[in-house]
């Protein structure tokens, strides 16, 4: 049974800096498609950073340069670093994860929010200007 759990939200200002892990639990392979997304009030969900097997990742326009996902095999943890953080950042962030069998698959469900099939509960970012 797989097990996502999120930490280290919470409030920063404008620029600076948080980092967020999931903690996992049940995934068996390495060719998972590892993501995270987030929700803004009155907005859909949106793909934000994943990562297929431990090199292929991919990054929504709006994060790129600024945020980096990354990956523990050992510790069955995921990360993103977020950095120069804007108020438009602000959002529920979720930790999701799915077993596909390509990166193409990965970067369609990432940029489509459709077909990860687990997710965590979600934690909060908030960024005050």
């Known amino acids: 049974q797989v097990q996502l759990i999120e930490s280290g939200g919470g409030s920063v200002q404008a620029g600076g800096s948080l980092r967020l892990s999931c903690a996992a639990s049940?995934?068996?392979?390495?060719?998972?498609?590892m993501g995270w997304f987030r929700q803004a009030p009155g907005k859909e969900r949106e793909g934000v950073a994943g990562?297929?097997?431990?090199?292929?990742?991919y990054y929504a326009d709006a994060v790129k340069g600024r945020f980096t996902i990354s990956r523990d095999v050992a510790k069955n943890t995921l990360y993103l670093q977020m950095t120069s953080l804007k108020p438009e950042d602000t959002a529920m962030y979720y930790c999701?994860?799915?077993?596909?069998?390509?990166?193409?698959?990965?970067?369609?469900?990432?940029?489509?929010?459709?077909?990860?099939?687990?997710w965590g509960k979600g934690i909060q970012v908030t960024i005050s200007s």
């Open positions: 999701a994860a799915a077993y596909l069998t390509s990166w193409y698959r990965c970067s369609s469900a990432l940029g489509a929010n459709r077909g990860m099939a687990y």
């Open positions: 049940g995934i068996t392979s390495s060719g998972v498609c």
């Open positions: 990562l297929y097997g431990y090199t292929n990742t």
